[in-house]
């Protein structure tokens, strides 16, 4: 899997402070309806024993294999002040519109 950080959404990342076995989870959740429908999340999370981490730009990157399943072989995460973060592929747009948060 490739994952692109673009300039906006690294420059807001570099901010965080990750502490050990933490990384940004990019997270694609099925969610059962009439058609195939995955729900999209992004936040700071620990590493689980289902998650492959991918270190992008010095960003460590968490993705469960369960959400890999869901999504594009290329994720691309762009940052924009007024709309969020965006998760999209080159064929469409995931999910707009994200806040980063943290895990509980």
């Given at each position: ?18 502490q ?6 990019i ?78």
């Amino acid at each position: 899997m490739e994952i692109v950080i673009k300039p906006a959404a690294l420059e807001q990342l570099k901010r965080v402070e990750f502490q050990e076995d933490e990384g940004l989870r990019i997270e694609a959740i099925f969610v059962g309806s009439c058609s195939l429908y995955a729900e999209h999340d992004l936040r700071i999370d620990k590493k689980g024993e289902e998650d492959e981490l991918f270190i992008v730009e010095e960003i460590p990157v968490l993705i469960s294999k369960e959400s890999q399943k869901h999504l594009s072989d290329k994720i691309i995460l762009d940052f924009n002040p007024t709309l969020g973060y965006k998760i999209s592929s080159n064929e469409e747009v995931y999910r707009y519109n994200l806040q980063l948060k943290k895990f509980k």
